[in-house]
């Protein structure tokens, strides 16, 4: 289906002027028949009198063709079921009064902007009218979609929740509208299996032989690691799904990720256990280059002659001090250590 933009309608203000004026005339007409029939006028002014009557029966048909726009809107027309073009750009625009716009997405609600039923209730029938004809507008705008948080385990078998956020737009009308049955649930469909696809590929966190990109080097993504690698790769995927049904996918953005609740304890210790790990063996280190330090500026300096057992007492009792949790408690020694 190839959308067709119709571009020479743009004469709504004129057709309705128009309009206007021949309702009016067949009102003047009809009083004016009425009148000479009343005096005897003849059978011509009866047929006069039975043509404006009939007019003004039915002369608010031509008036279902006047169609506005606003900036970033679109109107998909169809004649007795076969598609005639799209409007696309802002203006007053006069149609065939016979014309409907189609839109089967236009009573679906989801978490998006722009797309919030408020359940306001409209009262009058003239609002209700106007309400129904901007709910078959197509909006060009770009929408943001809040998918809902979905469980998914990742490539290492750990639940995890993650939600995302999708910037998208319609670019084909007609495809939006012919190609899929309503391209709102479409498009948060495909948001769904997309996630699950390229969630199942990294693990939450860093971790060993694992291939992330499909190369067979394993690598270090992960999904609290290379946000901006997988939400990329998200993107792409829901592009690749949704491109038939005439929508562009701006960006996706990851806005929740989380563990499971059932793990998420555990998962907390096993980070806090690896974080004490990784402080001790930094606390190691540098105690060591201490002592190294302080063992060479002794021997430089001539300050005391120590034999290798003293040397290991005062390594000892430096990597005490230095490794320990709490401050040391000074001993001092008046003897010796012999």
Not at 1 to 10: D, T
Not at 280 to 289: F, Q, T, Y
Request: charged letters at 20%; one cysteine or more.
């Amino acid at each position: 289906m190839q959308e067709k933009i119709l571009k020479n309608k743009k004469n709504g203000m004129a057709m309705l002027i128009l309009w206007l004026l021949v309702y009016a005339a067949a009102l003047a007409g009809t009083i004016f028949s009425a009148v000479m029939v009343d005096n005897d006028g003849g059978a011509g002014f009866i047929a006069l009198m039975v043509i404006c009557i009939i007019w003004l029966a039915v002369g608010w048909l031509p008036f279902l063709g006047l169609k506005i726009l606003k900036p970033q809107e679109a109107l998909v027309l169809t004649l007795f079921g076969k598609y005639v073009g799209t409007l696309k750009e802002e203006g007053f625009y006069y149609v065939n009064p016979f014309c409907s716009a189609v839109n089967p997405a236009a009573k679906t609600r989801l978490n998006q902007s722009g797309d919030v039923n408020t359940g306001t209730a409209v009262l009058q029938a003239g609002q209700v009218v106007a309400a129904e004809a901007s709910g078959k507008k197509i909006s060009l705008k770009i929408m943001t979609l809040n998918n809902n948080r979905q469980k998914i385990n990742d490539c290492l078998g750990n639940p995890v929740e993650i939600g995302i956020a999708v910037m998208w737009r319609v670019v084909d009308t007609a495809k939006a509208v012919f190609s899929v049955d309503n391209y709102k649930e479409y498009l948060s469909l495909q948001c769904d299996s997309a996630l699950r696809n390229i969630v199942r590929i990294y693990p939450y966190d860093t971790a060993p032989d694992v291939d992330t990109t499909g190369d067979g080097i394993a690598d270090e993504g992960s999904l609290r690691g290379s946000s901006e690698v997988v939400a990329a790769r998200i993107r792409d995927e829901i592009q690749q799904k949704v491109a038939g049904a005439g929508l562009e996918i701006l960006e996706a953005r990851i806005t929740y990720l989380a563990y499971a609740p059932e793990i998420a304890a555990v998962m907390l210790q096993r980070q806090q256990a690896s974080a004490i790990i990784d402080a001790r063996k930094m606390i190691v280190d540098g105690a060591v280059g201490m002592v190294e330090l302080a063992l060479e500026r002794l021997n430089e300096k001539n300050v005391v002659t120590l034999d290798e057992e003293r040397k290991a007492a005062m390594v000892s009792n430096l990597l005490v001090v230095l490794c320990g949790n709490h401050d040391a408690q000074p001993v001092v020694n008046s003897g010796s250590l012999y």
